[in-house]
């Protein structure tokens, strides 16, 4: 999110969660320190929990951004080693800690580090796809759901999906919206039209496609 207005928007869905870019270098959506703390406000005015969306690895920096604008909920993108992501939890006792799993070419890249993330205090996992040229967060490519089966496998954490979900396909995930762990997706460029901006008939077409298809194969279990 990068206005009041799309968060406005947003919040006529069940939207829970509203991720805010900050410490992203180049990113599309990067915001100011300043920026940040004002959407975060409105977020929550509007019962939507803001959302810190990283690639910052720095504990110092992470605290006086979480300081400054009041969210609970950090989402590291990135490769931080299981060491790093115990410095930030060290430094951000209190927040909930999403380290996200970077899946590219059928395999999770952190597949091999996967229980010591969680042993290094992270409360969840968020699976996205890694875009052919290596470019992480919001490029569109469908998530492989194998690769995250085996990650959960090796740590069984709750977790969020994202990467290139949209209305269609949905039955491809069934393993994982069976799962007790399964907690939500993280959506972004499935929403948007060409021109970027967010298009409420791609929300409302996602958000009744999964959830028939959750509460299908929840009730099939």
Same mark, same amino acid.
């Given at each position: 999110m990068t206005d009041v207005h799309q968060l406005r928007r947003m919040s006529c869905f069940p939207v829970e969660l509203a991720g805010l870019w900050y410490g992203v270098p180049g990113g599309r959506w990067d915001l100011p320190l300043e920026r940040l703390a004002q959407l975060a406000g409105a977020a929550r005015e509007m019962a939507v929990e803001p959302v810190l969306v990283t690639l910052l690895d720095d504990p110092g920096r992470l605290r006086a951004a979480v300081a400054a604008s009041g969210v609970r909920w950090v989402q590291l993108h990135g490769y931080?080693?299981?060491?790093? &992501? $115990?410095?930030? !939890? #060290?430094?951000?006792?209190?927040?909930?800690?999403?380290?996200?799993?970077? &899946? $590219?070419?059928? !395999? #999770?890249?952190?597949?091999?580090?996967?229980?010591?993330?969680?042993r290094a205090g992270a409360d969840l996992f968020l699976f996205d796809s890694v875009g052919d040229d290596g470019r992480v967060g919001s490029t569109g490519t469908p998530l492989d759901p194998g690769a995250a089966a085996r990650v959960l496998d090796r740590a069984e954490l709750p977790f969020l999906l994202a990467g290139g979900l949209s209305a269609d396909g949905a039955d491809r995930y069934d393993g994982l919206l069976r799962h007790s762990g399964f907690r939500g997706l993280d959506v972004d460029s499935a929403l948007r039209g060409g021109d970027g901006s967010l298009r409420l008939s791609r929300?409302?077409?996602?958000?009744?496609?999964?959830?028939?298809?959750?509460?299908?194969?929840?009730?099939?279990?």
């Open positions: 931080p080693a299981p060491a790093g &992501v $115990r410095r930030i !939890r #060290a430094a951000l006792p209190d927040v909930t800690l999403v380290k996200v799993i970077h &899946v $590219r070419a059928g !395999r #999770a890249v952190e597949e091999p580090f996967a229980d010591a993330y969680r929300v409302d077409a996602l958000w009744t496609a999964w959830r028939e298809r959750h509460e299908s194969v929840r009730c099939a279990s």
